[in-house]
């Protein structure tokens, strides 16, 4: 894990999920995920987007060619839990489908544009996750 991660992790624990600098005011959930090849337990913090019951979270990688790590470990392993705020929720992560997908990015880029300037930047589509309570 980088030193980066650590810290936004270690200032959510501190601060009963809240974190500043370029994530204040955003919604920051950290979401453990197990590696695909080493099974390794990892714990990613993102931002995330609240669906009804469901928190949806962006796999943009800041808009690399490829998926990040996370997707891939989500996609193997999709029974994980999540931190928000002080809880800790077991959850099941699923892609969404192609047509649910572009409906939540639309709602997603309206709110946070960010989103929209990654997806210019690659050539794949930014996949959108679901996370469910178990």
Known sequence: MSD???KVI???RANGGKVGGQFEGAN???????GAKSGTERVSPMVYFPDGDRFLIIAS???????PDWYHNLKAHP??????????IPVVVEELPRAERDE????????????AEYQEKTSRTIP??????A
């Open 61 to 67: 990688a800041a808009g690399s060619p490829k998926n």
């Open 79 to 88: 029974e994980v839990t999540v931190e928000v705020g002080t809880e800790t």
């Open 10 to 12: 270690d200032e959510f």
């Open 104 to 115: 939540k990015w639309a709602e997603i880029t309206a709110v946070a544009p960010g989103f």
């Open 128 to 133: 959108v996750l679901a996370l469910t309570r």
């Open 28 to 34: 920051m959930i950290l979401v453990h995920n197990i």
């Open 4 to 6: 980066w991660n650590q």
